[in-house]
């Protein structure tokens, strides 16, 4: 296997120190460090469609030890990641390597290596109360009226078992202090959680920061559909700032004093 | 920095159905009589929209 050489060599030419991919263990495929002191273990390197922020790792390595070199099997959504954890000086991009794996299908490629590929099903229940997987931000807004959209949220968060998988699954979740765990925002030890604030904090917070992964809906044990939250946040900055993150390294801009574009505060319409 | 977080906001809310509660405008510390305007204006519109719908949502929630 291709891959499993590219790493290997990355590893045997002291390249990289360590290189992220995944391997299985009991059955599973989960995240693992692979070193060229246990070259050989590379063998067992498994690309499939699980996929773990190997980003976060790279993250968490890196505030170990600031020098180390990481390898990391990389789809297009973990390009993204690096990009915006570059731009915020959470990873350098000298101590990185990525090998790439097959993301999206393509003519060349007719299956893809992502979990996301396989198409997210909505019950009938939910297609009726709460928000379909599949509907974009755009279609949403045009086909329900502000009561309905309200009630279709109010629906999708109050199922929310505060269970912080959303921000720990997270590649672009990396505040040493994080608002969802401020007391005076977010009331320690309250179940459920109030409604819409923990979730709006969140949403706010990933303006200018999300790289559309949908590792956060993936790992959502209440079925909430945070992707297309973060797409909505997402289209209003690209609207208002012409803003992508992840795109390359550009900072967001909200993180820059002063203009980036010409706004006025919008008038009062009564 | 303030209009750029408020744009957005406004489109968040807006996106939740929200829309219309949250309002920006640059006063003067001279400007008194556009304070009072303005926050009259506001307070009407706010008060023709009727209470927020949240507090309903929350308070059901706790009485279970």
């Known amino acids: ?270 | 920095m303030t209009v750029k977080r408020i744009a957005f906001v406004q489109e968040l809310l807006k996106f939740m159905g929200l829309e219309g509660r949250l309002h920006l405008e640059w006063i003067s510390s001279a400007e008194a009589q556009k304070y009072v305007d303005v926050v009259t204006k506001f307070t009407e519109k706010i008060r023709n929209m009727g209470p927020n719908p949240l507090r309903a949502i929350n308070e059901m929630k706790k009485a279970g």
Not at chain 1, 50 to 59: D, G
């Open chain 1, 1 to 270: 296997m291709d891959m499993v050489k590219a790493a290997k060599e990355l590893l045997l030419q002291d390249k990289v120190d360590i290189f992220l991919g995944y391997r299985k263990l009991d059955g599973h495929q989960i995240p693992h460090g692979f070193t060229k002191a246990h070259v050989d273990d590379l063998d067992q390197l498994e690309i499939s469609l699980n996929r773990y922020p190997l980003e976060k790792i790279a993250c968490d390595l890196t505030r170990k030890d600031p020098t180390l070199k990481i390898g990391i099997l990389a789809r297009d959504c973990s390009q993204r990641a690096l990009n915006l954890l570059y731009t915020w000086d959470q990873l350098n991009p000298e101590n990185i390597e990525t090998l790439t794996v097959n993301c999206c299908p393509s003519s060349l490629s007719t299956h893809g290596d992502c979990s996301y590929l396989k198409p997210k099903i909505t019950g009938a229940y939910k297609k009726a109360h709460g928000i379909d997987y599949n509907d974009s931000p755009k279609n949403f807004m045009a086909e329900h009226d502000s009561q309905d959209r309200l009630s279709r949220w109010m629906y999708e968060f109050q199922k929310c078992i505060k269970c912080y998988g959303c921000r720990n699954v997270c590649p672009v979740c990396f505040c040493k202090e994080c608002s969802l765990e401020h007391p005076n925002l977010v009331e320690p030890g309250v179940l459920p959680a109030e409604v819409p604030i923990f979730h709006l904090i969140r949403a706010t917070h990933m303006a200018g920061r999300c790289i559309d992964c949908g590792l956060c809906e993936d790992a959502c044990p209440a079925h909430i559909p945070l992707r297309m939250l973060y797409r909505e946040v997402n289209d209003a900055v690209s609207d208002i700032f012409g803003y992508v993150p992840g795109d390359h390294i550009e900072k967001s801009p909200f993180s820059i004093i002063g203009k980036t574009v010409e706004l006025t505060p919008a008038p009062m319409d009564v």
